[in-house]
């Protein structure tokens, strides 16, 4: 529960949120996020902690999954930051396909056997992705979930899409107008 002094942000998202490892913990969005707020005259003497909630690969359905766990930690204010890849980044079953660790490893040794085992070119592939407009179905009504339960915790979340570098550079996707659209069908605030 956020104190009388504190003004908690909520920022949902996956690697983006902290980087992707590239960048120093001083450069994340929720460091400069946090520290921009405290810098507003409207917020002095305010603390301003901004909260990320990023797990890497991560999409909606995983967020709204460990939201509706965890709760909202007493913020006051969130933002869902998405990307392309996110319209279609639903969890499949496998333990085959997982990015990431689920345990810890045996030491700096055991860590690079465990990196070259994960990394085995022959790894089983698990079962196929389901199609795309099922998979980005399932990830709009996962942000459904994340919103309404934002708003039943007095939360108005903003949506930001975060667009790739050659996007940036190029038109924009297909993904980021089906983003702004559910954006704009939900009332949600929506940012690019």
Do not use: K
């Amino acid at each position: 529960i956020a104190a009388p002094d504190e003004r908690r942000v909520l920022l949902v998202g996956d690697s983006v949120i902290y980087g992707n490892h590239f960048l120093d913990q001083s450069q994340t969005i929720a460091i400069r996020m946090a520290d921009r707020l405290a810098a507003m005259p409207r917020l002095a003497g305010c603390r301003t902690p901004t909260l990320p909630v990023a797990v890497s690969s991560w999409g909606p359905v995983n967020q709204a999954a460990f939201l509706a766990r965890e709760g909202s930690f007493g913020a006051q204010a969130a933002g869902i930051v998405v990307s392309a890849h996110d319209l279609f980044d639903v969890p499949r079953a496998g333990a085959g396909i997982l990015p990431y660790r689920t345990g810890p490893a045996p030491g700096a040794l055991g860590d690079v056997v465990l990196m070259a085992w994960e990394r085995r070119p022959w790894r089983p592939a698990g079962p196929p992705p389901a199609p795309l407009d099922e998979r980005a179905a399932q990830s709009l009504a996962a942000l459904d979930r994340i919103v309404a339960q934002l708003r039943d915790d007095g939360i108005e979340p903003v949506l930001f899409y975060h667009p790739t570098l050659t996007e940036r550079a190029g038109p924009e996707r297909t993904e980021a107008a089906v983003f702004r659209n559910w954006a704009g069908r939900a009332a949600v605030a929506f940012a690019d």
